[in-house]
């Protein structure tokens, strides 16, 4: 299983998603800034420009059909 997929196209990357994957699905929002770093504490983001920083995750079963947002079910939106 890979660690890491990439978040953009690569032409070379033939890799697909297959029935009962586990996926987390992280994204990182910035105000203003277009890299961000983590803390030496491995907790704390910031940018490189400064502004706020936040990260959000859905964990997701890939299914034949519909997927399974895992994430979705403690109720938190």
Not at 9 to 27: H, L, P, S
Not at 41 to 52: A, E, F, P, Q, R
Request: hydrophobic share 30%; with cysteine.
């Amino acid at each position: 299983e890979p660690d890491c997929i990439l978040n953009y196209y690569d032409r070379y990357d033939r890799r697909r998603f297959k029935k009962n994957m586990v996926v987390a699905i992280e994204t990182f929002l910035t105000t203003s800034s277009t890299l961000v770093n983590t803390a030496p504490d491995k907790w704390t983001l910031t940018g490189n420009k400064g502004g706020y920083c936040v990260q959000h995750e859905h964990t997701i079963i890939v299914t034949s059909g519909k997927p399974i947002i895992l994430t979705a079910m403690n109720g938190i939106k």
